[in-house]
């Protein structure tokens, strides 16, 4: 998933995996740095710093003797993963999450652009372990992997190296976005987005279907539960068992989530739309506890995340609207009804829609009322009650090829 570096840079982490395993000399480097990591996380707390050029000036001495094997710009990369990691820390700590001493587990390094080379031609990476010390690794390319090697305007970033696979960061400037001839404005929903497609004046319904996003959360959430009351003598195994079901549930998720935001990107890019969605930031549920658990809003963020990140790569326009009344909103009489129940919408004046197509239809008349939406126009009365283009449904999972995507460019 891309991460904005700077306003007009774009970076977008591709995992490669390696043709062998990694040659032991590059094991022992990523045992180095995670020894260096962890070490100036120490320091770095010991003295109350967590910027890189902080850390270099107190420490890089010392870390010179006690490593004096290694390349010296992984060891200034090691000081800016620590100083990642520490901003972390002092964060949970500012929000009153008391937590241990920060210490990176995982084997990995991270070497910045001037400290590797690629052949993007043969996919071969040069890294230099130490003086007169090169390895070369040998990437798997496939045909997902060339649209990026071979895209010159994407230049390279940092590369991070894991036990079994390395993450190419490729870095864009950010497109221009471009001129709306139409709009997709979408209500967001637990099992599915709903909304309208607006185009030359007609309206009609638009639905991307995902059930099995609520079923997995409902199914993981239940084992959980269960794996808990039964290892209840044992806390820690409890939880580290609860750490592998939830890793699970989000990879399957996010998978599903990733398919779902490319059907909605390729339709809006195709079709030169806005995409307009409702802003969830502070958005909280006054619904039970109960109920709010189940309709855990992690995977709708999650969601806009995606597509708004993807639509930044592709220079599709996103409008954030607030979503307040969106649902209880009569959008051709502008009446606000006190309850929002039942599947239907209906209005005094005579109005009715399925709700969560009316809500999109508010948020969409929120965008252009706020002149977010271009010039775009838009009339509730030319909505087209038979039509529903469908943007993505279950069975679309089985014909979509998975792709290499990762968001794991930095480490946290
Ligand atoms: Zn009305």
């Known amino acids: 998933m891309p991460v904005i570096v700077k306003d007009w840079m774009l970076v977008k ?13 590059a094991k022992f480097l990523l045992e180095d740095f995670r020894l260096a990591v962890n070490n100036a ?41 620590a100083g990642s990691v520490l901003k972390n820390h002092r964060k949970r700590v500012r929000k009153g999450v008391t937590c241990r001493i920060p210490y990176v587990k995982r084997l990995m390094m991270k070497a910045e652009n001037q400290a590797y080379k690629l052949d993007r031609e ?39 190296v894991l036990p079994d696979r390395v993450v190419v960061a490729f870095r864009k400037d950010a497109p ?55 290892k209840a003598h044992d806390r820690r195994t409890s939880r580290n068992l609860c750490r592998t079901e939830g890793a699970r549930e989000h990879h399957r998720i ?22 307009v969605l409702e802003d969830l930031k502070g958005f909280k549920s006054k619904r039970s506890k109960e109920l709010n658990r189940r309709l855990s809003l992690w995977p709708r963020r999650k969601l806009h995340q995606i597509i708004e990140y993807k639509a930044q790569w592709k220079g599709i326009p996103v409008v954030k609207v607030d979503p307040r009344n969106s649902s209880r909103t009569c959008p051709t009489c ?12 209906k209005c005094e004046c005579g109005w009715h829609l399925d709700r969560h197509i009316n809500a999109s239809m508010n948020l969409l008349q929120t965008a252009i009322s706020k002149g977010m939406a271009g010039g775009l126009r838009f009339n509730p009365g030319a909505f087209q009650h038979d ?19 990762s968001g794991i460019v930095g480490m946290t």
């Open 13 to 25: 982490g591709v995992v490669f995996r390696l043709e062998s395993g990694l040659p032991s000399e």
């Open 122 to 160: 043969s996919g071969t990476i040069d890294l230099p372990i130490r003086a007169g010390c090169h390895v070369e690794l040998r990437l798997v390319v496939s045909q997902y992997h060339r649209k990026y090697l071979d895209d010159m305007a994407l230049s390279l970033g940092s590369l991070t």
């Open 254 to 275: 996010d998978s599903r989530l990733h398919q779902v935001a490319d059907s909605v990107l390729k339709f809006a890019e195709e079709r030169r739309s806005a995409i």
């Open 334 to 345: 502008g009446r606000i009804q006190d309850s929002r129940m039942g599947t239907e919408f």
């Open 387 to 405: 039509v529903m283009m469908t943007l993505y449904e279950p069975a679309m999972a089985a014909r979509s090829e998975p792709n290499g995507t």
């Open 176 to 230: 221009k976005l471009f001129v709306p001839e139409s709009a997709l404005s979408l209500d967001t929903n637990e099992r599915s987005l709903d909304g309208v497609f607006v185009e030359g004046g007609v309206a009609k319904a638009v639905k991307a279907d995902f059930p099995e996003v609520a079923i997995i959360q409902q199914r993981h959430h239940d084992r959980r539960k269960r794996l808990q009351k039964k």
């Open 41 to 81: 996380i120490r320091a770095g707390l010991q003295a109350h710093i967590t910027s890189r050029n902080a850390m270099v000036e107190i420490a890089y001495r010392d870390f010179r003797q006690e490593h004096p094997r290694m390349y010296s710009q992984h060891l200034v990369s090691a000081f800016e993963v």
